[in-house]
């Protein structure tokens, strides 16, 4: 931990309270040669591909914010965890933070032994040293950890899809997930302490959202930081959060717009790559440690902090004073102050926000809740003023259109491994980044399980596979929508019934993804193309089947030494030189 670090950490704790396991950040990558090294012997190890949450996880252990946490839990860790909100030694930790694997990928693996854990593109993020491989009695990890069994609830639900066995271990980082949106907002907690240190902030109060902030949110967080004589850190969830959800990208273009209703020098934006479980009070207390860990030493806390709203008979999963009265008793451990704070309501007749224990019998408290928000969007009627601001409504309204857009369709071509997959994905950010249009990806292999189950690679059935894709990507233009096609789609003649499919309804823009064969095959983790050459796979694209490149796209990339996030800028250049995206 460097100097300035240290000094923020330590000042931040003028009142008296402890910081929690002595306030080391835990960061688990290794250094640049050592992480190179490791890299290339990951390539050697069985590998699991993380699934999202996974993928969350990954990123907040690797970069501390789940401090004092080095790996995924072992037996003696989650056991406690679940019962006691402690780990083994005792130290609190109140969610449990798993590895859950199939019963084939645990029957190869045994204690002692490392395992490449990598994103859904392949690519190894780190690297963990097997220390417990074991299976959770998920009835009870349900029943003690969200307080329910019931399904309705996103958490139980989510715990009853995953894999049944869990896998713990110690962690070494080669390098973190890419992400291609928001890129100078995604602070790690490190990063994070240094920039407080810089501007001399001490105090900072930290406020958790996963929805857009309005009026309301506005004034119950201007009010916080003066109660509490700190600067504001807006650190809202990123990652997965409840189903139904507005999308983080159009979320943070809200809050990047009502940063500046907020006195200048007195708040900041930061993003939390976080997989909620909507656990309520142990949530509560799990979102005040990591925000400790990235440097607050305050924390917000409103009504029903983190809950997913009612159960399947009507009644709401978790009292609303439950998270506060539980973060309260344990905000001295953790080493953070909390703030809670009633709702904030309009009170029409005298103009003005007020906390909701604050509004008197004769009061006009006015609302508009998430359903009549969208309501009002879709059907193009007024937002109030006292609401929200213009410019948060602007970019809401373009998520939720009251008219029609202009569709268009992406169709990346290109051998297998040549990079198509990982250009779609971050063309993808970078237009959400910018927008809230709707965006579907159809990638070929997804397609394939789904809409083009049972199908072989015959010429026919190859065919008939592109074409069923083409046909889906011009009903979603149709409707206004970006449809992101990536399969192989080696035949010239149904690219252009593609084209022919689109343009009924709107824009078509071909991308050959033109990587050389060779640097295609050096990327093949399955081994595709090695068996292919061997005999074993027959009519495989590019060895024993033709494909037939484009001979006049609107963009040609070869991705062999190019970074996908410069591809896909270059991509969103020409979208908005030919007026398919706006500003």
Excluded at 458 to 481: L, M, P, Q, Y
Aim: aromatic fraction near 8%; charged fraction near 25%.
């Amino acid at each position: 931990m460097s100097a300035n670090i240290a000094t923020a950490r330590h000042s931040d704790l003028h009142d008296g309270l402890n910081p929690p396991h002595g306030g080391q950040l835990r960061e688990l990558y290794l250094p640049a040669e050592a992480a190179e090294a490791l890299k290339q012997r990951s390539a050697t190890l069985p590998g699991w591909d993380l699934t999202p949450r996974q993928l969350c996880d990954l990123e907040l252990l690797l970069n501390g914010a789940f401090s004092p946490l080095t790996g995924f839990l072992v037996r003696r860790d989650y056991d406690r965890v679940v019962q006691e909100m402690r780990l083994a030694d005792g130290t609190l930790w109140p969610v449990p933070i798993t590895l859950d694997v199939s019963e084939s990928f645990a029957a190869g693996i045994q204690t002692g032994a490392d395992i490449a854990l990598r994103d859904s593109q392949g690519v190894p993020l780190a690297v963990l040293t097997v220390q417990d491989i074991y299976f959770p009695d998920k009835l009870i990890e349900a029943r003690e950890v969200f307080g329910t069994t019931d399904t309705t609830h996103p958490g139980v639900a989510d715990l009853q899809r995953s894999h049944p066995v869990y896998v713990g271990g110690t962690l070494r980082g080669i390098q973190p997930p890419q992400h291609y949106d928001f890129a100078e907002l995604r602070d790690s907690p490190r990063r994070l302490r240094e920039t407080f240190a810089r501007l001399g902030w001490s105090t900072i109060v930290a406020f958790q959202t996963r929805n857009p902030m309005h009026r309301a949110h506005r004034e119950l967080t201007l009010r916080a930081a003066e109660q509490a004589g700190a600067k504001l850190l807006i650190h809202p969830v990123v990652g997965r959060t409840k189903p139904g959800d507005v999308d983080h990208f159009t979320r943070v273009r809200c809050y990047r717009a009502l940063l500046k209703h907020y006195p200048r020098g007195d708040a900041t934006l930061s993003l939390l790559p976080l997989a909620m479980r909507m656990a309520g009070p142990r949530e509560a207390v799990w979102h005040a440690i990591i925000r400790k860990n990235y440097g607050a030493s305050h924390f917000i806390i409103g009504r029903d902090h983190a809950g997913p709203g009612n159960d399947s008979s009507g009644k709401p999963f978790y009292d609303p004073f439950a998270a506060q009265e539980l973060l309260t008793r344990h905000q001295q451990e953790i080493g953070i102050r909390v703030v809670p704070f009633p709702a904030m309501v309009y009170v029409a007749n005298r103009d003005t926000y007020l906390p909701s224990n604050e509004v008197q019998k004769d009061d006009e408290v006015r609302d508009i809740s998430g359903t009549e928000l969208r309501r009002r969007l879709v059907s193009g009627e007024d937002i109030p003023a006292w609401f929200t601001f213009p410019e948060v409504v602007d970019i809401l309204r373009e998520r939720y259109p009251a008219g029609a857009n202009k569709g268009v369709a992406l169709l990346f071509t290109g051998l297998s491994g040549s990079g198509k997959s990982t250009l779609a994905e971050a063309v993808i950010a970078k237009l959400l980044e910018r927008s809230s249009r709707a965006i579907t990806l159809l990638d070929g292999d997804e397609v394939r399980k789904n809409l083009s189950k049972g199908l072989g690679f015959s010429r026919e059935d190859r065919v008939a596979n592109v074409t069923r894709i083409g046909w889906v990507a011009s009903e979603i233009v149709r409707h206004g929508g970006i449809a992101i096609c990536a399969p192989i789609a080696p035949y010239a003649e149904t690219r252009a019934e593609i084209r022919r499919l689109v343009e009924q309804h709107g824009a078509f823009v071909e991308i050959y993804v033109s990587t050389p064969i060779e640097v295609c095959e050096g990327r093949d983790r399955k081994g595709l193309y090695a068996q292919a050459r061997a005999g074993k796979i027959p009519q495989f694209t590019g060895v024993s089947d033709p494909y037939e490149a484009p001979k006049d796209p609107e963009l040609a990339f070869d991705t062999s030494n190019a970074d996908a996030g410069a591809i896909a800028n270059q991509v969103i250049a020409f979208l908005r030189n030919r007026g398919l995206l706006t500003d």
